[in-house]
């Protein structure tokens, strides 16, 4: 029995929620714990991979056709509140950081369309694990390869005052093995289009995009118009042949055949032709979070 004039037990209306976030805080912990269990996990058999890699694999450790498969199976798993953006960029590095450990390389970046805009597509998608060298045009960064065969050049995919493509050309030089970003959507953090540069193992490439690099007599607004249906197209004067040197992107079976065929007809003369590259065809993303390709 309480004393007279003595207060009532105060009984705390906090402790059911702290108990409850107590407990949930747990399962954060426990969560962060095994993701960080399970990325040392993923290191040790990357160590083993190493292993394998020296006695039955010659090549070089980017993989274009598996990061891609890779990303599709990320969207379409996805759901809940965490950001895709989060999600994309948190693989992107994981892939990126355990590359590196595999066959250490340097990112050689064009940054002739801005500086930040570069930086931004380079860390979203390699992380900071990477050494980032800046060059002021396609040329420099497309050129650094020549004296370090497992780095990449990373160059604008946009309208260019050269040729730099025609570096390419060449049977063993490095080719074009990404175009960036590969998920498409409304606001991408990292939204410059983004050719990546490299050397990668025939089997690790993916078919879906072909590029060319096209020489051709003749070219002229009319000539632009109707290819641009069959093909994207980059185009610098070219004095050597009077016309242009074409950097495109084709897709689906016989496009060169008819890009070539459309090119002739619209009155212009192909000069030479040369493959150099291929990439994913463009993952785009809904406002729900699926994807389909593009």
Request: hydrophobic share 45%; glycine share 6%.
């Amino acid at each position: 029995m309480s004393k007279p004039g003595a207060s009532a037990p105060q009984v705390s209306q906090s402790t059911p929620q702290a108990a409850t976030l107590q407990d949930l805080r747990h399962e954060i912990d426990r969560i962060d714990e095994t993701m960080h269990r399970l990325l040392m996990e993923r290191g040790d058999i990357i160590g083993r991979l190493i292993q394998v890699k020296k006695t039955q694999e010659v090549g070089s450790a980017f993989r274009p056709a598996r990061e891609a498969d890779m990303m599709r199976r990320l969207v379409e798993r996805h759901r809940g509140m965490l950001p895709l953006d989060t999600v994309e960029s948190i693989w992107r590095v994981i892939i990126s950081a355990f590359t590196y450990v595999q066959a250490p390389f340097s990112m050689h970046a064009d940054l002739s369309a801005g500086d930040s805009v570069m930086r931004d597509s380079a860390r979203f998608h390699f992380g900071f694990s990477v050494p980032f060298v800046a060059h002021f045009s396609a040329d420099a960064a497309v050129g650094a390869l020549a004296k370090a065969k497992g780095d990449l050049a990373l160059v604008p995919a946009v309208d260019s005052r050269t040729a730099w493509w025609t570096a390419l050309e060449a049977q063993g030089s490095p080719k074009i093995i990404l175009r960036l970003p590969f998920l498409e959507r409304a606001d991408h953090p990292a939204a410059l289009p983004v050719f990546v540069i490299s050397r990668a193992a025939d089997d690790a490439m993916v078919p879906d995009v072909e590029m060319w690099s096209i020489r051709v007599a003749g070219w002229n607004a009319e000539v632009s118009r109707a290819v641009s249906p069959i093909a994207e197209v980059i185009a610098v004067p070219d004095r050597a042949f009077d016309g242009a040197a074409l950097l495109a992107s084709i897709t689906g079976t016989g496009g060169l055949d008819r890009l070539k065929a459309a090119l002739i007809a619209a009155g212009a003369s192909v000069r030479s032709t040369a493959f150099v590259g291929s990439h994913a065809a463009r993952y785009r993303v809904n406002p729900h979070g699926t994807g389909q390709g593009a």
